[in-house]
């Protein structure tokens, strides 16, 4: 079974870059889909954009121009970077996936615990 | 983008009684729809894709119907682990978009 783990920095001041990483384990980065989510307090559930292990991916467009993915195969993760945050980008994140041999390509059934970020000056 | 709208935003039931769920899609998704419970400081979890499909391991009370743009999700015998913040998903087009979810308050 597919296990997410998000980490990376929790506190960010307004202009300053969200870098979170995403750990694998119990399954390949290759041929999956892996996505980022976030949910900003009290507000609902925000699909920021998905990367395969080839780095193609999509993105939300409300947020193109400042995201970026990648993945590390070796180290069996995959990232987000979301340049100059507002306080609007306060939200939790998570990243999240789907088992390929039982659930369609959009639906997401794995899921990281989620982090926390805030951005506050 | 496609626009998820979920009725009503809150739901309040007893334990035994039956809640129905909502979504509404702005144009056609076909059957590409997915529904999540969330509860307080979890992860969501995938209840249905496919708009009726049951995701592993989740209960028989829980049924999806619905194709196009018109979905709905019942659940049966409220219990009170289903007290939690529901959330329909469609997969048709990217961006992939959520409704603003429903909230289902045990009493």
């Known amino acids: 079974q597919v296990q997410l783990t998000e980490w990376g920095a929790g506190l960010l001041k307004p202009s300053e870059t969200l870098s979170l990483t995403c750990s694998v384990s119990?399954?390949?980065?290759?041929?999956?889909?892996w996505s980022w989510i976030r949910q900003s307090p009290g507000k609902g559930l925000e699909w920021i954009g998905e990367i395969n292990h080839r780095e193609s991916g999509t993105f939300n467009p409300s947020l193109k121009g400042r995201l970026g993915m990648s993945v590390d195969m070796p180290k069996n993760q995959f990232s987000l970077i979301l340049n100059s945050v507002t306080a609007a980008d306060t939200a939790v994140y998570f990243c999240?996936?789907?088992?390929?041999?039982?659930?369609?390509?959009?639906?997401?059934?794995?899921w990281g615990q989620g982090i926390l970020v805030t951005v506050s000056s | 983008e496609i626009v998820m709208t979920q009725s009503p935003a809150t739901l309040s039931g007893s334990p035994g009684e039956r809640a129905t769920l909502s979504c509404r899609a702005s144009q056609n998704i076909d059957h590409k729809l997915a529904w999540y419970r969330h509860k307080p400081g979890q992860a969501p979890s995938l209840l249905i894709f496919?708009?009726?499909t049951r995701a592993t391991s989740v209960s028989d009370r829980i049924t999806g119907t619905g194709s196009g743009t018109e979905f709905m999700l019942t659940i049966n015998s409220l219990q009170s682990e289903d007290g939690a913040v529901f959330y329909c998903q469609q997969y048709k087009d990217w961006p992939r978009t959520f409704g603003q979810g429903t909230k289902i308050e045990i009493k």
């Open positions: 496919g708009a009726s």
């Open positions: 119990g399954g390949s980065l290759a041929g999956y889909y």
């Open positions: 999240a996936t789907f088992d390929v041999a039982h659930t369609p390509y959009g639906a997401h059934d794995y």
